[in-house]
Structure formats: C-alpha cells, structure tokens
Nanobody, 123 residues
Framework: QVHLVESGGGLVQAGGSLRLSCAAS??????MGWFRQAPGTEREFVIR????????YYSDSVKGRFTISRDKAKNTLYLQMNSLKPEDTAVYYC??????????????????WGQGTQVTVSS
C-alpha cells in the first residue's frame, strides 16, 4: 500500500523559514512534488522533482525562495521554504506521479497524495 506522509508545517513569521518532509512508502515514483491550497482557492502547483533525471520545476511564486532536497535511500523529499510571506499560508500537499507528465502543474496528473500539512505565515 502506498503512503505519503508529510511533516514539518507550522506557524512562522514573515521572512522566516520552514522545512517540509514527505516520506513515501509502498513503491517508487517517477516524480514527486508539492501543491498548496489556501481557503477558497484551487490547489496550486508549487514544485516538482523528477527522481529519474533530477530535474526540478518551480512555480514563479516560489522561485528563488523554495528549494528541493531528497534522500533517495529513505524515499523522502524535503521542501525548504525561505523568505516566507503571508501569501504562502496554505495547506501543503505532497504528491507523487508514476509517469513523466508534461502537464506537471495540473494536480490531476498525480496519482498519490499526502494528507496535507498546514503552513501559516504571520505578518
């Protein structure tokens, strides 16, 4: 059975940092990434990492502030979030894709999802 378990959310002041983790079990994936969803909005693409070739894709809103790291042995992906802004406040979801998806910003292409972790950035 496949599980994606997120951790690391919390409350931080604007300008601060947080690191989210996503531990995957049950199988390996072509790519993993993060989406976020604020109240009353649609789920928004944040970042995607391809285990196959190491390519990383960022949304414009987080480029230069968020980075990905990984522990392949643990099948775990980390999202380092720096220079956080109040508009980064959302539930962050880890997602896993079993294929090479060209339309990677579309949440529908992802096959598995974590339960979500809340990130709140105060001003």
């Amino acid at each position: 059975q496949v599980h994606l378990v997120e951790s690391g959310g919390g409350l931080v002041q604007a300008g601060g940092s947080l690191r989210l983790s996503c531990a995957a079990s049950g199988r390996t994936f072509y790519a993993m990434g993060w989406f976020r969803q604020a109240p009353g909005t649609e789920r928004e693409f944040v970042i995607r990492f391809s285990w196959n070739n190491g390519n990383t894709y960022y949304s414009d809103s987080v480029k230069g502030r968020f980075t990905i790291s990984r522990d392949k042995a643990k099948n775990t992906l980390y999202l380092q979030m720096n220079s956080l802004k109040p508009e980064d406040t959302a539930v962050y979801y880890c997602a896993a894709d079993t294929n090479s998806s060209a339309n990677y910003q579309n949440s529908a292409v992802y096959d598995y999802w974590g339960q979500g972790t809340q990130v709140t950035v105060s001003s």
